[in-house]
């Protein structure tokens, strides 16, 4: 609020400082705010608190995922700051609507190195910042509401060069869609104009996702522009030992961590240890369902499937999920005891997972039972043989197809609720007396 002070919030530097240590930083221990003068339209001040001489943490880094193998791209600094309002241009209007609504919320900066070099390897750098920053606990990291955001400094420069071209910057990009979009629509218009001997000028652009191309903002400012000075209104930041002690200590179990236990406790495979624990609450959904049922290779089966697809489908977040672990549970003891066959299942965890049902209700509700009768299903079976007289024949004329026609007119009668391994023994008796 214009006119009043800023206080420096205890938790927020706590998420900063584990953020660091999550990052392998250097965590600063005397650290400072300053004051960013350049004009803030979506600041009520019209100056933003951050830190440019004395960030909070230095010198980290990440490892990622490539082609090539592993890589680790460097983090020069985390700073702290504040963040802005959201400002929204209207086109067609000649005017810009101000939201100051996240005004002072406090932030972490991240600011990489210039060690990517291709839109996949700056997509899976978020993707590895986005994942640790979710299990630190410090951001929800919903892009969509602007708790993630990325900002693109990209240059070009001849094969063989040494020295990194001319950066343009687009701001505040968040969806990872748009984000690969921008990085190769904005390197191919910074090939295009040094083809034709034109200089890139450095400068803010915005991208246009619809348009698939970026239109100049501002001309880049530097720090002069900015008029930083120390912030008279927040004193220097003292960290001590004990506190960063305190901090690491509760940091909780990442998820490269995470995917080596998995593999080792569980015995899954490493490709599905490394999907479920890509993300924080899959995880933790995968180990209290194991918890309940015991069977972690069925389980992880189960996610990598079916909740796979179903959050493709439905394009949520994991932890949209509204099922709980009890529910998968119930379902795959369901399977293990026999009472529902692995088709029905599948049919009865859609609705779970749609409708947040009880697994164990809907099956007796719409009647989904396994037939597990002898006497009732050899019935069926006979019925079906006696209308299928080619079948039989070609069957017993070498023709294998035959006989899978006839298992699936069987399970057509049962409704798809008889057990397929009791069916394919039962027909195979009777067609072999």
Known sequence: MPGSLPVINKQAVEYAIAAGLALNCDITQQCRFDRKNYFYP?????????????????NGGITIDTELGKKTIGIHEIHMEEDAGKLTHIEDGNYTLVDYNRCGIPLIEIVSEPDMHSAKEAIAYLEKLKQILKYLGVSDCKMQEGSLRADINLSVREVGAKELGT??????????????????????????????????IRETRRWDDERNASFAMRSKEDARDYRY??????????????????????????????????????????????????DKYLA?????????????????????????????????????????????????EMIEAGKINRTVAKEVFEHVFKENVDPDEYVIEHGLSMVSDDGVLQSIIEKVI?????????YRNGKTKAFGYLVGQTMKETKGKAD????????????DQ
């Open 42 to 58: 979506d600041l009520p001040k019209a100056y933003q608190i951050s830190q440019l001489y004395q960030p909070i943490g230095r």
């Open 284 to 332: 933790q959904f995968f180990e209290e369902t194991v918890a309940i049922c015991g069977r972690p290779k069925e389980v992880s089966n189960w996610l990598m499937v079916e909740v796979m697809r179903l959050l493709k489908e439905e394009d949520i977040e994991a932890e949209e999920i509204s099922f709980t672990p009890v529910q998968l549970a119930k379902l795959i």
């Open 167 to 200: 950066r343009t910057e687009m701001k505040n990009m968040n969806s990872f869609k748009a984000i690969a979009r921008a990085i190769e629509g904005e390197k191919k218009r910074q090939i295009a104009l040094l083809e034709k001997g034109e200089p890139v």
């Open 229 to 278: 000075f120390p912030e008279p209104d927040l004193p220097p930041l003292i960290i001590s030992d004990e506190w960063i002690d305190d901090i690491r200590n509760r940091q909780p179990e990442l998820g490269d961590e995470k995917m080596l236990r998995f593999e080792k406790e569980f015995g899954i495979p490493a490709y599905d240890a490394k999907i479920i624990t890509s």
């Open 386 to 394: 006696a209308e299928n007289r080619q079948s039989v024949e070609d």
């Open 420 to 431: 397929p391994k009791m069916v394919n023994q039962m027909i195979k008796k009777i067609l």
